[in-house]
């Protein structure tokens, strides 16, 4: 029976569309794609805010939550905010909220938070019956004018409640509190300024159209974090990110050398970098001190309270504190890069802005707030003074209007044609109370009359004139600057700047191991320890079961040892970091990414010009510099390119000017070092050819040495004959001399 293919359509009378899957999967995920990335991920440029906080705030003004009334429930404000204007879950609006509530999250924070709001270390807020909230001074700037028709307003979710599409933005808050976001297909990372700073520019920028990225960072001079640190970006990769908007900052903990008497000392952190839980922290410097990757640090206590203090005691006090903490730097959260994009929409369009265009936005924004709230005011005036100018006229004429009022069936009509006033005037004087009928008050109307028609001639002239736009924005700019000025707290810059100094220390931590001989001992099974001294008896060595000694290794314990990986790749490991002799060691692959299906081939310490080959089980290599070896990540260095079905099967040191190749196919070559190419990475040359077979070794030797081998037991043996395998590399060679190891190796 076959199967039916049709599908029968809806009983409510809907339809089916017929139309390609692949079409119909871009078109939706598109549209998703769009909604994203305009209603959730990107803030707008005008007002820094996404939709959430737009409508925390929003929803939190309508509730009456001045800065100047009293705190009220946080489930107040999410209750309002998921019924009448985000449908969304109600914990993604709370923590919305608490972040907007965060001093450690929010450069200048929009909302006055009360109760638990969590912490720096990365403790969650109460919930949000037991914290309550209201709107702070900088919050009421970004408000300012939402009823006097400074901003769009549009239709809410179901299309009951009207809500603002952009805030009026008395501050350039994007660039102030910054911004974090990923969108489908992009993403948007904005730091934290100093709001004092921004203003500055924005108005510098209003005085001189034509400034420079170089101007403005003469005023905006970096990110200023809520968490403070040390800002140690070269000036030129900070250009780069107020240029472009993409790039990055580097920022270090705050650190003072505290001097304990006796020569002993102990560095005190007093800041850490944003967005650092201080509880992760503590526990990766745990971790390194356990793991014993600090080689300097001996302990880390977290001794805070309502600020930062955590003491890092170092292990010997011969050690600079400087160099102390760069070797902390690479480690751990101590000092972290805040990644740049600054993706933003303007006017629902990303575009990812430099400094001056944001500023630029922010500014014709302002000024577009101040055009479309000095109409509004105007509106509201001219309807006032054409009230008035009724009640002038009832004044006048008040015997008149009196009698009109007691005899006529129809005083309004009769007042209107009369006294030529419109509706509205009518209706004003018909509204009128007696008491008004007063001398004063009439004197009053006066008055408030002047004071209009004054106004409203001000306004005309703001109006008609860009420049007296460009004023006013520049005088509101001006006044929003008096709540952050620097001498205050919540303008104070936190961040400072530095330059961060080149330390070499890995030589300086190599001049704290103390020198002394080791034999290294690897299993097969991947099995690491390090024995003391040198001629150790191997033979008594014992390994878990199943498992047996691969490779052995005398060196010093301020070398470094290299690692290589069948599977192409170089690790290094320091011979000091090792486990001990006692026990079995540990598995190399607690330091290092080595995967499950590949082993070690060889195991040496780099030195600085001496070279090695490197082939695949294909026959396929080529010569690097030992110290190109040399890793500086667990992941290691690809050094050969291997395929799925191959590995590297060598790794030699060249030792001579002649190489001689053996194949699985029982053939011999001898050919010129130097046909090999030297190189970093890459899949090599052919070095022979073994139709079907591959590569099982190599061995290099000098011509006047002449070719020898170890047989199975031990001995050295020669061929007098050896030069009639020499040829070319990549021939296929001829079978090897007589009494060669079966087993097709050089060593045995």
């Known amino acids: 029976m076959a199967r039916n293919t049709t599908i029968d359509p809806p009983d409510n009378g809907g339809e089916i569309i017929e139309e390609p899957m692949g079409e119909a999967l871009s078109k939706r995920y598109l549209a998703y794609a769009l909604s994203t990335i305009t209603a959730r991920a990107l803030p707008d440029v005008r007002d820094g805010l996404k939709p959430v906080h737009r409508r925390v705030l929003y929803s939190m003004a309508q509730l009456g939550l001045n800065p100047n009334g009293g705190h009220r429930k946080s489930a107040t404000v999410v209750g309002e905010v998921i019924g009448k204007y985000h449908p969304h879950g109600d914990q993604s609006i709370y923590d919305a909220m608490v972040r907007l509530a965060q001093d450690f999250a929010t450069r200048t924070p929009l909302v006055d938070g009360q109760g638990n709001f969590g912490n720096i270390d ?78 500055d520019a924005a108005i510098h920028l209003l005085d001189h159209p034509k400034a420079t990225v170089d101007d403005l960072m003469k005023i905006v001079t970096g990110p200023d974090f809520p968490t403070g640190g040390v800002v140690v970006e070269t000036k030129e990769g900070l250009r780069e990110v107020y240029a472009t908007g993409r790039g990055g900052v580097r920022v270090r903990a705050k650190w003072t050398k505290e001097d304990l008497g006796r020569g002993m000392w102990r560095v005190i952190v007093t800041e850490i970098p944003y967005q650092v839980q201080k509880s992760k922290l503590m526990e990766r410097l745990a971790e390194l001190i356990e793991t014993k990757k600090a080689p300097l640090l001996e302990d880390a206590m977290d001794e805070s309270t309502e600020d930062v203090r955590v003491v890092l005691t170092p292990k010997s ?36 802005m430099g400094l001056r265009d944001m500023l630029n936005c922010y500014l014709d924004h302002r000024r577009e707030v101040i055009v479309r709230r000095n109409k509004h005011r105007l509106g509201k005036i001219e309807h006032r003074l054409e009230i008035l100018d009724g009640l002038l ?26 006294f030529r006033l419109s509706e509205i005037q009518v209706e004003a004087i018909l509204n009128m109370r007696l008491r008004a009928l007063r001398k004063l008050e009439e004197i009053e109307i006066k008055r408030e009359h002047k004071e209009l028609s004054e106004e409203k001639a001000n306004i005309e002239k703001l109006l008609a004139s860009t420049d007296r736009q460009w004023t006013e924005v520049k005088r509101q700019l001006k006044n929003a ?6 001498s205050k707290k919540l303008g104070k810059r936190r961040s400072k700047f530095d330059v961060a100094k080149e330390i070499d220390t890995e030589a300086a931590l190599e001049a704290l191991i103390v020198k002394e001989p080791v034999t290294v001992v690897l299993s097969n099974m991947g099995w690491i320890r390090a024995l003391k001294g040198h001629n150790q008896k191997l033979d008594d060595l014992k390994f878990k079961e199943g498992d047996e000694l691969a490779l052995t290794l005398e060196c010093q ?16 490991l320091g011979a000091d970091k090792l486990p001990g002799g006692r ?22 310490v780099p030195q600085d010009k001496t070279r090695r080959i490197v082939a695949s089980s294909k026959g396929y290599g080529f010569i690097v510099p030992e110290a190109e070896l040399i890793s500086s990540t667990r992941k290691g260095k690809i050094i050969l390119n291997v395929g799925p079905k191959e590995s590297m099967a060598v790794c030699i040191k060249v030792e001579g000017d002649l190489t001689a190749s053996i194949g699985k196919n029982r053939k011999l070559v001898i050919f010129k070092t130097d046909e090999l190419p030297e190189m970093v990475r890459g899949k090599g040359v052919k070095i022979q050819s073994f139709g079907d077979g591959g590569l099982i070794d190599l061995k ?8 020898t081998w170890i047989d199975s037991g031990g001995r050295q043996q020669s061929a007098d004959d050896w030069k009639d395998w020499i040829g070319k590399r990549a021939q296929s060679g001829r079978l090897p001399p007589r009494g060669f190891n079966k087993n097709g190796k050089f060593n045995g």
Request: hydrophobic share 40%.
């Open 122 to 199: 990365g403790d969650a807020p109460a919930a949000f019956r037991y914290t309550e909230a209201k709107l702070t001074p900088a919050a009421m700037l970004l408000l300012e004018g939402l009823d006097d028709d400074a901003v769009d307003f549009r239709d809410t979710y179901d299309e009951r409640n009207k809500e603002p599409v952009v805030l009026a933005a008395g501050f350039p808050n994007l660039l102030v509190n910054g911004s974090s976001g990923i969108a489908v297909g992009m993403a948007t990372s904005i730091p934290p300024h100093n709001p004092a700073e921004c203003i």
């Open 317 to 352: 006090r011969t050690v600079d504190a400087e160099v102390f903490m760069a070797s902390l730097f690479r480690q751990c959260e101590l000092e972290t890069r805040f990644p740049v994009n600054m993706n933003v929409l303007d006017h629902g369009v990303p575009k990812v």
């Open 393 to 418: 006229k009832a004044y006048l004429n008040i015997d008149e209007v009196i009698r009109i009022i007691r005899y006529e069936d129809d005083p309004k009509t009769v007042m209107m044609k009369k």
């Open 481 to 486: 600057r008096e709540i952050f000025d620097p």
């Open 557 to 572: 314990t301020t070398d470094k040892v290299i690692l290589m990986a069948s599977g192409g790749r170089a690790f290094t």
């Open 583 to 604: 026990g079995h060691g540990e598995p190399i692959r607690l330091n290092l990414e080595v995967p499950e299906s590949e082993t070690i081939v060889s195991m040496f």
């Open 700 to 707: 290099t030797f000098n011509k006047a040495d002449g070719l």
